[in-house]
């Protein structure tokens, strides 16, 4: 599982960091983004296989870049909400997420 990417972009660091280690104590190879910024600066040299994407970032539009990575058509995208909101889960699926964690 060592050669599958995946991106967390996640504005809280102590859930960034939990998610992240539990993923590379699975075996995978984790890229770690804190913003959109870091997301996008990380995006321009990797593809990842997954997205795992905050849905509330304090520096961009996380639908905005949900689209752009749904355009590329190369990684898989999951958002995470701490909020249960109907409006916001089918805005992120529309947006292109391949799913909805909230």
């Given at each position: ?26 075996g ?70 391949d799913?909805?964690?909230?």
């Amino acid at each position: 599982m060592g050669s599958v990417q995946i991106l967390i972009i996640q504005g809280n660091p102590h859930l960034r960091s939990l998610l992240g280690w539990h993923l590379q104590q699975a075996g995978y190879c984790i890229q770690l983004a804190a913003n959109l910024q870091q997301a996008k600066a990380i995006l321009s040299g990797r593809q990842p296989s997954l997205v795992i994407l905050d849905s509330d970032l304090s520096d961009g539009d996380s639908l905005e870049l949900c689209g752009w990575l749904y355009q590329q058509r190369q990684a898989l995208i999951l958002m995470l909400s701490g909020r249960t909101n109907q409006s916001e889960i089918v805005a992120g699926l529309q947006a292109g997420a391949d799913d909805y964690l909230s």
